[in-house]
Nanobody
Framework: QVQLVESGGGLVQAGDSLRLSCAAS????????MGWFRQAPGKEREFVAA????????LYADSVKGRFTISRDNAVNTVYLQMNSLKPEDTAVYSC??????????????????WGQGTQVTVSS
């Protein structure tokens, strides 16, 4: 079992940046692809970004492409989400998750097994 703890959320203004972190327990972190998802009030959880086990390939939702960057450091069991040029519509609870998939299907919520509790990101206009 993997435990995930997100951090780095907060209240920012439109145009600001935030960096989210997701720390994973256990020694098998490098065996998982990792994804970030978000859920805004009254909306379904949606895919944001994903990264392969080695970090060699990434995938982004169209809504964040060019503004967000996902990365990982397997030495410290952590995946990051650098969010630039934030918009009010980015306001949501952001969660990280693990997947045993290699790459195909990483944009689907159903491909993920373990989830963190999430961290709130609020962007004011």
């Amino acid at each position: 079992q993997v435990q995930l703890v997100e951090s780095g959320g907060g209240l920012v203004q439109a145009g600001d940046s935030l960096r989210l972190s997701c720390a994973a327990s256990g020694r098998t972190f490098s065996m998982y692809a990792m994804g970030w998802f978000r859920q805004a009030p009254g909306k379904e959880r949606e895919f944001v970004a994903a990264i392969r086990r080695s970090g060699g390939s990434t995938l982004y939702a169209d809504s964040v492409k060019g503004r967000f960057t996902i990365s990982r450091d397997n030495a410290v069991n952590t995946v990051y989400l650098q969010m630039n040029s934030l918009k009010p519509e980015d306001t949501a609870v952001y969660s990280c998750a693990t997947s045993t998939r290699s790459y195909s299907g990483l944009g689907s919520l159903r491909s993920y097994d373990y989830w963190g509790q999430g961290t709130q990101v609020t962007v004011s206009s």
